[in-house]
């Protein structure tokens, strides 16, 4: 292929990059607020070792290619086994994904760590394999002052640095948005100057990832990611990626020009994917010096090489030119090409939007792509990026085939390719390619590992029958069993208010950023009430009945006192009671602020009991059954000193 054909197909090859990678618009960016919550991002280190074996198969047989034990502190990742040339016809791997190009198999992929090879020929055959196994290393680090410090250290033996790569990933939901990666001498790794120096493979970026390859860097040390805070770098989880058709510029020597395109109605323009490109007379400088200016950018390419132009014989002899190319991938709304170079440097460039879209589901989201929205791209993609307690488990067109299997797969499509790639956790499927395009409901089967919340009382006890409610993108609610535990499958990504509600009210609230599935504790305003029901003397008052309302009246619960005249009402919402206490014909009604765990007095006007009719007397009614008997004992002693003076006089 010819070096500027080469340069389209590059173009080509960073739109579908592009594509592959989280998105988001570069607009002017927000200052975080001095009270922004703290976010998490994922930091992947990532193992990789390929052998290479000699495999012989006679005809029926199949054996196993393993991958070989994860370093400490590593789990496999996946395990992928290629074939020089791809796999020949009748040989068959067995796994979990397959990269294929134009219906050729060059690669099987297993997240088990075991591939299959099967010789379905009539005849033996020798094979040569590349196993390379990818290990991972998951930590989660904590934005602080919008900045995540990574360690880069030599792996274990027998893995060395360039082994290793790390992957820094900003869930799409958050709020924010890579701003630069800065070296272990501190110095930004994404300035133009520092990016000529480096291989492009050494650092990569978007609005949501960064990729170190530290051999091919600065090495071992501390990388500091910076990040921008606002609301504006939240992105869809599933989208439609759209490129404009492709643009020609060109920069004077010694100049520069700033480049942009109006975004399409109703889209967001995310950037561009540049190329630059000189085809000179070779002069011995050593190529253009021209380099690309923007909000974000990631140099994804460079070449240089020379050609010869000359006629059959020596009536035009040959002519030395230099071809010179760099490739960008840039976020923002423009871009600038600097040339301090003597020859004019060509520039070809396509905007890239994007537009959200999507209904989830507990079993995954369809997305919609219509002909008519895309009518102005040249190249359309459907992305669906999940957080890490998803796993995309298929992918079906709206044709209805599954393409879910299948890992940075080309296939032929009407005589084009159409890129197609399926991981755990991103996927994505061409749309539309030039004229070519298949339009309708695209559906990702999406498995989700559910989120544990225990909900406890302020004794630490589980509370049955509570009901947990998120409030967020999509409304989603899940009941406590009898332990105190609701597992919650939380389908659609982004971050939610959580509250529980419990015997109607509400008794806990907070908020819920899941970046993993995990357990979770929310402890709720839930009390124990005690009420102690003594009489006039505080002598217990056993057998009372204790009757408990709510602050509208409603019945909450009811009790009887013990021996000792208490009566316990456990988890019960904080909030205002109304308490009514009887014992047999003596009541009281009693307010009581629930706020802690309580035990309350209420003391009856119970002073004693009538013997044998256990009729309760207050002290009124005792008073005056004193009086009485007092009087009723006063008169008949007047009675019998009366009648002894009687009795006398008559003796007389």
């Excluded at 998951?138 to 880069?152: D, P, Y």
């Excluded at 919609?368 to 890490?388: G, I, M």
């Excluded at 609230?509 to 006039?536: K, N």
């Excluded at 007095?601 to 008073?623: Q, R």
Aim: net charge negative; glycine share 10%.
């Amino acid at each position: 292929m010819d070096v500027m054909g080469r340069a389209l197909t590059r173009a080509a090859l960073a739109l579908c990059l592009l594509a592959w990678l989280s998105l988001a618009h570069a607009q002017v960016m927000a200052a975080a607020a001095p009270d922004a919550p703290a976010y998490k991002v994922r930091v992947d280190y990532i193992i990789t070792a390929a052998t290479a074996k000699q495999v012989f198969l006679r005809s029926g047989e199949s054996k196993a290619v393993r991958a070989p034990p994860a370093p400490p502190g590593y789990e496999l990742k996946y395990l992928e086994v290629s074939c020089c040339g791809g796999f020949p016809q009748g040989l068959k791997p067995v796994c979990d994904k397959l990269v294929v190009e134009e219906g050729e198999v060059l690669s099987a992929v297993s997240y088990n760590g075991t591939v299959c090879i099967v010789n379905e020929d009539a005849g033996n055959v020798t094979v040569e394999l590349v196993i390379k196994s990818t290990y991972v290393k998951r930590v989660w680090a904590e934005v602080r002052n919008c900045t995540v410090a990574v360690e880069v250290e030599k792996p274990e033996a027998p893995f060395t640095l360039s082994n290793l790569t790390v992957k820094v990933t900003v869930d799409n939901f958050l709020p924010l948005r890579v701003k630069d990666v800065r070296g272990p001498d501190g110095s930004s790794l994404l300035s133009p100057d520092r990016q000529d120096e480096l291989d492009p493979e050494a650092v990569a970026v978007d609005l949501k990832h960064v990729q170190i390859r530290p051999a091919l860097g600065p090495g071992e040390g501390t990388y500091t990611v910076e990040f921008e805070v606002g609301e504006e770098y939240v992105l869809p989880s599933a989208f439609l990626v759209a490129g404009g058709r492709f643009e020609n510029g060109t920069v004077p020597p010694g100049g520069f020009g700033t480049f942009s395109s109006p975004p399409a109605e109703g889209w967001q323009l995310l950037g561009y994917v540049v190329v630059l490109y000189s085809v000179a007379p070779e002069r011995g400088y050593g190529g253009p010096k021209a380099y690309v200016e923007a909000p974000l950018l990631d140099y994804v390419y460079s070449g240089q090489d020379s050609i010869e132009i000359g006629a059959v014989s020596y009536l035009v002899p040959p002519i030395r030119l230099n071809v010179w190319i760099k490739g960008y991938v840039v976020f923002g709304s423009w871009f600038k090409v600097v040339n301090p170079s003597p020859d004019q440097v060509n520039v070809l460039y396509a905007p890239i939007s994007l537009k959200g879209a999507g209904a989830w589901s507990e079993g995954g989201v369809e997305v919609r792509a219509l002909e008519e929205e895309l009518s102005f791209a040249t190249y359309a993609y459907v992305v669906v990026q999940v957080p890490s307690y998803g796993a995309i488990v298929d992918v079906k067109t709206p044709s209805g085939s599954s393409v879910g299997a299948y890992v940075n797969t080309k296939w032929a499509w009407e005589g084009g390719v159409r890129a197609i790639s399926a991981l755990e956790d991103e996927a994505y499927v061409q749309v539309k390619s030039g004229r070519k395009g298949e339009y309708g409901v695209y559906k990702f089967e999406i498995e989700w590992e559910p989120i544990e919340f225990k909900v406890v009382d302020s004794k630490g006890r589980g509370m049955a029958n509570a009901e947990v409610r998120l409030a967020g993108p999509v409304n989603i609610t899940g009941l406590t069993d009898a332990s105190g535990v609701a597992r919650v499958a939380v389908y659609c990504p982004g971050i939610y208010n959580v509250t529980v509600v419990f015997k109607g009210c509400e008794v806990y609230s907070g908020r819920l950023i899941p970046y993993e599935s995990c357990a979770l504790t929310l402890p709720c305003a839930v009390y124990d009430l005690g009420v102690r029901v003594v009489g006039f003397w505080n002598q217990p008052l056993p057998g009372s009945q204790v009757v408990v309302r709510d602050g509208s009246g409603a019945f909450v619960d009811s009790n009887s006192t013990s021996s000792s005249g208490c009566a316990t009402f456990t988890q019960l919402p904080k909030g205002v009671y109304d308490v009514s206490v009887s014992y047999k014909r003596v009541d009281k009604a009693v307010k009581v602020v629930l706020d802690d765990n309580k035990v309350v007095d209420v003391k009856l006007d119970v002073v004693i009991e009538i013997p044998f009719l256990g009729v309760p007397l207050s002290a009124s009614e005792t008073l005056g059954i004193a009086v009485a008997i007092g009087g009723l004992l006063a008169l008949s002693k007047a009675l019998g000193r009366r009648r002894e003076e009687g009795e006398e006089v008559i003796e007389e």
